[in-house]
């Protein structure tokens, strides 16, 4: 997985913290130890969701990632999707 702190963020951050990255390299697992913790409380926000469908999805959305009350990560992100024969499966996200 990668990400990367949107222009704004990344100027807050790097002014407290020197050798910080605009982009991470991360993984699968990552992502899912920090949502999964129990202390997390992270409540994902989603909004403007575009969606095409049938057999094929796209889904284009804004997101925020409260996370104990305050935002701590925003920016879009599109989901592509394909129909299985009783639900969806997510084949790509970016």
């Known amino acids: 997985m990668v990400s ?10 790097k002014a407290k913290r020197s050798g910080v990255s605009q982009i991470k390299v991360g993984s699968f697992r990552d992502f899912v130890r920090m949502v999964s913790a129990p202390n997390a409380k992270l409540r994902p926000m989603r909004s403007n969701v575009v969606r095409s469908d049938g057999s094929v999805a796209s889904v284009y959305f804004d997101y925020v990632f409260l996370i104990g009350g305050v935002a701590q990560n925003c920016d879009h992100e599109t989901w592509q999707l394909v129909k299985g024969s009783d639900d969806w499966r997510t084949t790509a996200i970016a």
């Open 4 to 13: 990367e702190l949107a222009d704004g963020s990344f100027e807050k951050i």
